[in-house]
């Protein structure tokens, strides 16, 4: 065991200890130092600590502290009542504080108490609740603010975990804060109560079994007792002041004495009136000439010296901005951090700002947070951070949404105007500015706020700004997701799984397939669509046929017919019929026979006349199934899936090809048109 704990461990097996066995007087007087000694320790703490989070502890602290001063209360008690001698501390603060009068020393206690409980105690108490409650209240605003910050690119996904877990801290802090003071509080009570024990149980000693007159006994016993109401009060009242200090402090990071004495006396004009008024009080008024002449003087002087002081801060101040712009202009450019490249980037003309600014009731922020949290849902993988950020150069409505630093899309919208579409069954138009959609580029017109209520009841779909910029942004990533997946984030994914699945994961990775391997599987899942959250399932895939093959489409196919229920799920209606599209056999076969293998993997050689009347087959049958407002799905054998998926990426980038092997057998498909080549 660590010192620390050992030493920490003995503090509370001595309060614990004192509340039953007798110790003598010698080394309770040890104890009680001990105990004004932290007590002091604690307040000067409290007193001068940056921030309050540097005593995260106190709340527990409190409950130790006050645990050990009531067991020496406790033991003060019994030594008064049996032998009548407590020891040295105990009859000093008797004697010393209350002059070895019985009515003075109640008096100065009463008034110890009096301070405590009612001013410290009670004030600091409902700091604590109030505190508690506001930074409760403030917690998911805090959040939302560190989300938008890093959102923005102004801080960095460590710099906002070490922001959440900040707040985090505060929140426990403040909230067990609030039931602490009522150790305090308490204390308060029990020393008040065990005093009057005392006292009573004292002077009935004094009597009854040490023949005292009563008014010796009284005056014994109760100096004896107000010793050591005071011996153990005083170290209280240093705790409740310790308290009292750490919940009201507002200045988190700063010398506490400086930043307190700069407030008092950082204005001359102030310290002017106020000598002024000091002097004037002497001179008009039977006071103490000599004194407040004296005082009011001081405080003249000392406004004039920080007159002079602010006015040399102010010159160097200017000194040393132009001296730090010229070192600016002088030192060569930081160019490496315009290297960087974000993965993505969505930036917006001045127009669009309001939407974006949480101050004019913006939620655009938050939903790019839930983009991020729906990808994860339904793909599986991790959105890199999105970046927001305005460009004066663009139109003022206009957006643009970047991938790794190269421009993909662009859309425009129109402020305070809503977008309304026909769903194909809307029977009486409605007058608008057409426009189209930028996600899948539908015919759409933007209507005005007094026109949503009449379009919807139409039937038309009606979507707000942040809705269609936030639906691009979505189907943009959706898109390019198995770009923006990198080795550091399959390292993370595989990370994850390894605390659930140790043996899966050092029986794959390095082993069988390398890091690399694994994140082309992934992303060739990504391409099309394929969620990857069921990590599990690939890996044990992967585990299986790595030791036949490391050609990671070959895998990658492996792995697709092991997630047929979910692929199935994704296109298809169990126990419903699904038109399809077929590839006839001797196509088939044509394509398989044109493959050609190499070290780098395999690819295709088929003739471009014979490649142009295959896509020319497959434009036709896929327009008659889109004339019946069905997706075009192509169903292949298993062995031929990825290379007609490869032969078709060009022209039909969206085109959804599955084999066989990924159909469960609960699905009814039936064949509307077969491509020819």
Known sequence: MKKADIGVALYL???????????????????????????????????????????????????????????????????????????????????????????????????????????????????????????????????????????????????????????????????????????????????????????????????????????????SFGVLTIGDGLSSQIPSLLISMATGILITKASKEADFGTVLVKQLFGIPKVLYIAGGTLAFLGVATPLNVVLFISLGMAFIITGRNVDKNINIEQIEDEVNMEETEAEEIRKPENVVSLLQVDPIELEFGYGIIPLADVNQGGDLLDRVVMIRRQIALELGTVVPIIRLRDNIQLNPNQYIIKIKGIQITEGEILFDHYMAMNPGFVEEEITGIPTFEPSFHLPAIWITEGQRERAESLGYTVVDPPSIIATHLTEVIRTHIDELLTRQDVQNLVDNLKESNPVLVEELVPKLLGLGEVQKV?????????????????????????????????????????????????????????????????????????????????????????????????????????????????????????????????????????????VESNVELQSVGMVTG
């Open 13 to 219: 097996l001595c309060a614990v200890i004192f509340f039953i066995v007798p110790i003598p007087s010698i080394l309770l007087d040890c104890m009680l130092a001990i105990n004004i000694s932290i007590a002091l320790i604690v307040l000067f703490n409290a007193l001068f600590v940056q921030e309050v989070l540097d005593m995260s502890f106190f709340p527990t602290l409190l409950l130790f502290t006050t645990l050990f001063r009531i067991s020496l209360n406790v033991s003060s008690t019994r030594l008064i009542l049996t032998t009548g001698d407590p020891g040295n501390v105990v009859r000093t603060f008797g004697g010393f504080v209350g002059g070895g009068d019985l009515i003075i020393g109640a008096i100065v206690f009463i008034i110890l108490i009096i301070i405590q409980f009612v001013v410290i105690n009670k004030g600091s108490e409902r700091v604590a609740e109030v505190t508690a409650r506001f930074t409760l209240d403030a917690m998911p605003g805090k959040q939302m603010a560190i989300d938008a910050d890093l959102n923005t690119g102004t801080i960095t996904e460590k710099e906002a975990r070490i922001r959440r877990e900040k707040i985090q801290m505060e929140s426990n802090f403040f909230g067990a804060m609030d039931g602490a003071t009522k150790y305090v509080k308490g204390d308060a009570t029990a020393g008040l109560i065990i005093t009057f024990v005392n006292l009573i149980g004292g002077t009935v000693m004094g009597v009854l079994r040490q023949g005292q007159p009563f008014a010796e006994a009284i005056q």
């Open 522 to 662: 992934l992303q060739n899942l990504l391409r099309e669509g394929i969620s990857i959250r069921d990590l599990l399932s690939i890996f044990e895939t992967l585990a299986d046929h790595a030791q036949t093959t490391r050609d990671t489409d070959v895998l990658t196919e492996y792995v697709r017919q092991n997630l047929k229920r979910a692929i199935s799920s994704k296109y298809f209606v169990p126990n419903e019929v699904t038109s399809v599209i077929t590839l006839d056999p001797k196509t088939e076969q044509d394509i398989m026979a044109s493959v050609k293998q190499t070290e780098q993997g395999a690819y295709l050689t088929l003739d471009p006349e014979r490649t142009r009347a295959i896509i020319s087959s497959l434009e036709n049958e896929v327009a008659k199934l889109e004339n019946l407002g069905k997706n075009a799905v192509v169903v292949t054998s298993p062995i031929v899936r990825m290379y007609f998926k490869k032969l078709t990426s060009d022209y039909f980038p969206d085109l959804i090809v599955i084999s066989y092997n990924e």
